[in-house]
């Protein structure tokens, strides 16, 4: 016998792998084999939702309590995970993770109208990872052969969505919106990071936040097209150190508004890695705050740190990029040490800004319109 936690929803015949669900169309009996699934409303039954033989299971209107992780790893293969109403979590002051999803196979999905709410104002005081109040992240993913699509995610405390140690993964149609933190004081709400992975996607997704819209800091092929970033810092390769090595990356089809940069590419003074065939294409600024294209290779969270230290970056193409930076700031900036930049491509047309920055270490041959032209 299965469980006694009752099924919700339509009536039905049978509670075993299957629900049988009949139906008559013009003396025509259809009987469908619908998936029956795990309603997860309570908290405590999170360990049941993942042995239940159903894979199937549905989140809905489920509160998290303060300090406790909803914690979907350890799922089966196969699983699928709907998310569906309000999820919210209680408030507590720490550094832990607020939803983990870890598995194989795994197809995460947002119905219509779900909303997974940080309601992140609860810990924001301007902040962000820096000090203040300990915040938890929101959701890290660490998946293989997975699809997350359709999560409407709304105010997390800081970090929004980390994809670590993923495989196969395509992340479509989430919507981060932060627009609360531009006045409540949030910081630090990076959109989605990348890191330590292999062939993940995100599309068509869009995000308002207070930090990068999307970062990368290691791994292997990784794209990121069709999305809508908007209050954020820019979409962000880096900053690379620690050895670590980003290599095939295409960002394209993307508009990023009012963002304090359009895209970049950062490494820090006197550290080693490597960042290789990054391309950047058909991606419209629009009233960029500070730096419409930088790339450096002497970043410091407080500013350019010293003289850029040599840092390979090669194979960078930024075709097709184009649009506005606002008054105040750069249009282009390139600061990277001779020699580190090699066979780089470039086809840009940012305009606006009249805060001129000189280049160094662009490769010979490559033209590329620094200052206020
Ligand atoms: C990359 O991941 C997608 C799933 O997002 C998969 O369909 C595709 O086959 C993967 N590509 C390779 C080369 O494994
Ligand atoms: C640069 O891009 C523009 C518009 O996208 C195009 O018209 C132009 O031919 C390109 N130039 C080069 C050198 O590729």
């Known amino acids: 016998m299965k469980s006694q936690r009752p099924h919700s929803g339509k009536d039905v015949i049978s509670t075993a792998r299957m629900m049988f669900v009949t139906s008559s169309i013009g ?27 159903d894979k199937r299971i549905v989140i809905k209107n ?14 089966q293969d196969g699983t699928v995970i709907e998310f569906t109403g309000r999820v919210t979590f ?45 915040k938890p992240r929101f959701i890290d993913v660490n998946l293989e052969d ?25 992340i479509e149609h989430v919507n981060i919106d932060v627009k609360d933190g531009d006045t409540k004081g949030a910081h630090n709400t990076d959109g989605f990071g990348v890191g330590a992975s292999q062939n993940v996607t995100v599309a068509n997704c869009k995000v308002h936040n207070q930090d990068d819209c999307f970062c ?25 150190g620690n050895g670590k090595k980003v290599e095939r990356v295409r960002v394209r089809n993307c508009k990023i508004i009012k963002n304090t940069n359009g895209i970049r590419i950062k490494s820090r003074s006197g550290e080693t890695g490597l960042v290789k065939d990054v ?10 705050t500070r730096f419409g294209i930088i790339i450096q290779a002497n970043y410091f969270n407080s500013g350019p740190k010293g003289d850029p230290t040599p840092f390979p970056m090669e194979n960078i193409v930024i075709k097709n990029v184009r649009g506005t930076v606002s008054k105040k700031g750069t249009n282009i900036q390139v600061w990277v040490a001779p020699g580190s930049a090699k066979n780089w491509q470039w086809n840009s047309s940012v305009t606006g800004g009249q805060k001129e920055l000189p280049c160094k270490g662009v490769p010979q041959g490559v033209n590329i319109r620094c200052g206020k032209k």
Request: charged share 25%; aromatic share 6%.
């Open 27 to 53: 003396g025509v009996v259809l009987i469908a084999a619908v998936a029956s699934s795990f309603n997860l409303n309570s908290f405590d039954q999170l360990d049941a939702a993942k042995k239940s033989a």
């Open 62 to 75: 489920l509160v998290v309590p303060a300090g406790k992780k909803l914690d979907l790893t350890n799922l």
């Open 90 to 134: 209680g408030y507590l002051e720490w550094d832990g993770t607020l939803i983990q999803i870890k598995g194989k196979n795994i197809r995460v999905e947002g119905k219509p109208g779900n909303l997974l709410d940080g309601e992140g104002h609860r810990w924001w005081d301007k902040l962000g990872g820096n000090g203040g109040k300990k």
């Open 146 to 170: 997975s699809l997350v699509t359709g999560l409407n995610i709304k105010n997390p405390p800081r970090h929004c969505f980390k994809a670590e140690r993923c495989k196969n993964v395509r």
């Open 216 to 240: 990368i800091g290691s791994g292997i092929d990784t794209v990121f097209e069709n999305n809508v970033c908007t209050g954020g810092h820019g979409i962000s390769i880096g900053s690379m």
């Open 279 to 288: 391309s950047f294409e058909n991606v419209e600024l629009v009233d960029i």
